[in-house]
């Protein structure tokens, strides 16, 4: 095996790991039941309502992510962003094997639902920032967000925040249309505080991740950086 092949299959095994604790972060925010991510909210609307799991309409979200980029970019659509469609379905297939793998967890108390909020928002930090340095796999929301921000001329993080609201705002419909409840579901709580905090906490924690994240996977990573 030579060079370039390990080090594909070494920054790609990499983001993958990255995907994974993104995707148990989303499932942690799901059982603290105080909000899940901006991005997690309509799937987790979605899925409340029937049809499909959690992590095929996030699949599907992602495809009509790709599609806008596709409208937007046109002849400056590049062949290799169609990876971000293989990324989907596996953050897809992730996220409903990681609802499973803590359906067992129950928080009773409103401080075991802020811990577990907490302790998604961290997880989900550490992965985007092992997902970002791989620079493999690309999530096809944060692409969008990058592609807007390119077009508009306006910052990425300006952006993101109204990128983030309208998620936000379509699934706070689509719940009071599908329920009769802009929250969520009966007991089950889609938009709460969480979403807030998992809004504005989780890139703050990059911030403090992301050198860590570079001591740990940026030597291993680094030797094959020439054979990209």
Same mark, same amino acid.
């Given at each position: 095996?030579?060079?370039?092949?390990?080090?594909?299959?070494?920054?790609?095994?990499?983001?993958?790991?990255?995907?994974?604790?993104?995707?148990?972060?989303?499932?942690?925010?799901?059982?603290?039941?105080?909000?899940?991510?901006?991005?997690?909210?309509?799937?987790?609307?979605?899925?409340?309502?029937?049809?499909?799991?959690?992590?095929?309409?996030?699949?599907?979200?992602?495809?009509?992510?790709? $599609? /806008?980029?596709?409208?937007?970019?046109?002849? @400056?659509?590049?062949?290799?962003?169609? #990876?971000? %469609?293989?990324? &989907?379905?596996?953050?897809?297939?992730?996220?409903?094997l990681t609802l499973w793998a803590v359906g067992w967890i129950e928080a009773g108390s409103?401080?075991?639902?802020?811990?577990?909020?907490?302790?998604?928002?961290?997880?989900?930090?550490?992965?985007?920032?092992?997902?970002?340095?791989?620079?493999?796999?690309?999530?096809?929301?944060?692409?969008?967000?990058?592609?807007?921000?390119? $077009? /508009?001329?306006?910052?990425?993080?300006?952006? @993101?925040?109204?990128?983030?609201?309208? #998620?936000? %705002?379509?699934? &706070?419909?689509?719940?009071?249309?599908?329920?009769?409840?802009?929250?969520?579901?009966?007991?089950?709580?889609?938009?709460r505080e969480g979403t807030l905090v998992s809004a504005i906490l989780t890139g703050y924690l990059m911030k403090f991740i992301d050198?860590?994240?570079?001591?740990?996977?940026?030597?291993?990573?680094?030797?094959?950086?020439?054979?990209?």
């Open positions: 095996m030579n060079r370039k092949v390990k080090g594909i299959l070494a920054r790609y095994s990499t983001a993958t790991f990255g995907l994974l604790l993104v995707a148990a972060g989303v499932a942690l925010s799901v059982k603290s039941d105080l909000g899940t991510s901006p991005i997690s909210c309509p799937p987790y609307v979605l899925s409340l309502w029937g049809g499909l799991t959690m992590g095929q309409y996030t699949a599907l979200m992602h495809l009509v992510f790709i $599609i /806008s980029q596709v409208i937007m970019l046109r002849k @400056k659509f590049r062949p290799e962003y169609l #990876l971000q %469609i293989a990324a &989907a379905a596996v953050f897809g297939l992730f996220t409903d409103y401080i075991w639902k802020f811990v577990l909020m907490l302790l998604s928002c961290g997880i989900t930090a550490v992965g985007i920032s092992i997902e970002v340095r791989a620079r493999a796999w690309m999530l096809a929301g944060e692409m969008t967000t990058a592609t807007i921000a390119d $077009i /508009s001329g306006c910052k990425f993080r300006n952006v @993101k925040i109204f990128f983030d609201s309208g #998620l936000v %705002i379509i699934s &706070a419909l689509a719940s009071l249309i599908l329920f009769g409840n802009l929250l969520g579901k009966g007991e089950l709580t889609v938009i050198p860590y994240t570079e001591r740990t996977f940026g030597k291993y990573l680094e030797k094959y950086e020439d054979n990209r």
